[in-house]
């Protein structure tokens, strides 16, 4: 099988989505973003309430499954408090259906500074993919408020995720600078 899943993280509005759709403009691969479960879930349900939590995380195990059963080169992409448990737990379960398959499994954390990320947020392509953040005023005080988590990992400070990435090849990126094309090229070349 030639299946891959290639996990992109980063804190909110990094780009993670942009990112993932230059690369599969690039590539076979393909992209479930993290908001493909969100939006349709927050038309019933509370965000964070329990059978949002609970639903939100069986769809995309079970996409990531299939696809993993399918030999699928995958993309997905998700915020990741890397030093909470559960996210750890939630994270490593995404990524034992590739696991098990003898597929190819890699991570790309995405990192830009606040600035960056609160202009990214107002990006059109953002806000039509992800109707829950059209509220603009929510949405720059939602990226704000993540601040204080922990949301990419560092060599020098040990984390909870570091357990679930390790062994399978890691890229830290910062895309500040970069344009989504320009971070695609670069995790293609690196994924090569």
């Known amino acids: 099988m030639t299946g891959e899943l290639l996990l992109i993280s980063g804190p909110p509005a ?9 690369i599969c403009d690039r590539s076979d691969l393909r992209l479930f973003h993290n908001h493909l479960t969100i939006e349709p879930l927050l ?7 329990r059978p949002f ?3 939100n995380e069986e769809f ?8 993993a059963a399918t ?17 750890a737990v939630i994270v490593g379960s995404y990524v ?11 991570f790309v954390e995405l990192h830009a500074d606040l600035s960056t990320r609160l202009a990214r947020n107002h990006g059109a392509d953002r806000i039509e993919a992800k ?15 993540l601040e204080h988590y922990r949301m ?3 060599p020098e400070r040990p984390s909870l995720a570091d357990d679930v990435i390790n062994g399978h090849a890691h890229l830290r990126l910062d895309s500040t600078s970069l344009t989504a094309g320009q971070a695609a090229d670069h995790i293609l070349t690196w994924l090569k």
């Open 14 to 22: 990094v780009g993670k989505m942009t990112v993932g759709r230059a």
């Open 43 to 49: 038309e019933v349900f509370e965000y964070s309430s």
């Open 53 to 55: 939590t609970v639903l």
């Open 60 to 67: 995309r195990r079970r996409v990531i499954e299939e696809a």
């Open 71 to 87: 030999g699928i080169r995958l993309i997905f992409t998700f915020v990741w408090g890397v030093d909470l448990a559960s996210d």
């Open 96 to 106: 034992k259906p590739y696991v098990s398959a003898g597929l190819r499994v890699s």
């Open 131 to 145: 109707p829950s953040k059209q509220d603009l005023t929510w949405s720059d005080d939602n990226v704000r408020s």
């Open 152 to 154: 990419i990992t560092d």
